[in-house]
């Protein structure tokens, strides 16, 4: 089984500050890593994936994020948010093999004030 | 071009009646995924949906779930005899093939149980 933790509920910033989310995984086998952003009342838009290779991955709207498998996590990164990246942020997990089902944290809530 | 669509957006329903949500996945992709996310148990998968396979139903939380899958296209999720606890935004997911493939998910249909 796998599991996801986001430890920060909600994450406030202030517009043009950089921004970190965290997101740690367990695992007993390989995974793959994703980040999702959902806007209010919207479905969930995948941000970025980790398949393999390169462990810095780059993303839409100018987020990273790098998979770091000593420390099983896979943090999300931008060096300046905008008012307009206000929204939940989800990490989740697939098995490599044949189960593709994501299992997701529990959500960050990214708000950026002026 | 179309994204997965979702049907109805919203449905309030009295204890113990049946309901069924509809979800139409991106042409041509295999793979259909339903989740559903709550207040108290974040996003859950529920089943998955993959060419001619056997469905994985691993996630359906009780007997009153079920889902089909018809010409490898529009999916249903069927819940009988709906509780209070049913209350939730149930999703449903579209991705080319399996895993590691982007996930792409629709708005969802808000389910209120009276």
């Known amino acids: 089984a796998q599991s996801v933790t986001q430890l920060d509920s909600q994450v406030p910033v202030f517009e043009e500050a950089p921004v970190e989310l965290r997101c740690n995984y367990s695992s007993s086998v390989s995974v793959y890593l994703f980040w999702y952003v959902q806007y209010p009342n919207q479905g969930l838009q995948l941000l970025l994936k980790y398949l393999s290779g390169s462990t810095l991955v780059k993303g839409i709207n100018g987020f990273e994020a790098e998979f770091n498998k000593s420390q099983t996590s896979f943090h999300l990164r931008k060096p300046s948010v905008h008012i307009s990246d206000t929204a939940e942020y989800f990490c989740?997990?697939?098995?490599?093999?044949?189960?593709?089902?994501?299992?997701f944290g529990t959500g960050t809530r990214l708000q950026v004030t002026l | 071009g179309a994204g997965v669509s979702q049907s109805p957006s919203n449905k309030v329903t009295e204890k113990g009646k049946d309901v069924e949500l509809r979800c139409d996945p991106i042409s041509g992709h295999t793979a259909l995924y339903w989740y559903r996310q709550s207040l108290g148990q974040g996003l859950e998968f529920l089943i998955y949906?993959?060419?001619?396979?056997?469905?994985?139903k691993s996630g359906l939380p009780s007997d009153r779930f079920s889902a089909e899958r018809t010409g490898g296209s529009v999916s249903t999720l069927t819940i009988q005899r709906t509780q209070q606890e049913d209350s939730a935004v149930y999703l449903c997911?579209?991705?080319?093939?399996?895993?590691?493939?982007?996930?792409?998910f629709g708005p969802g249909t808000r389910l209120l149980v009276l």
């Open positions: 997911a579209s991705s080319w093939r399996g895993q590691g493939e982007t996930q792409y």
């Open positions: 949906f993959q060419g001619n396979s056997a469905p994985d």
């Open positions: 989740a997990v697939s098995h490599t093999g044949t189960a593709s089902k994501l299992t």
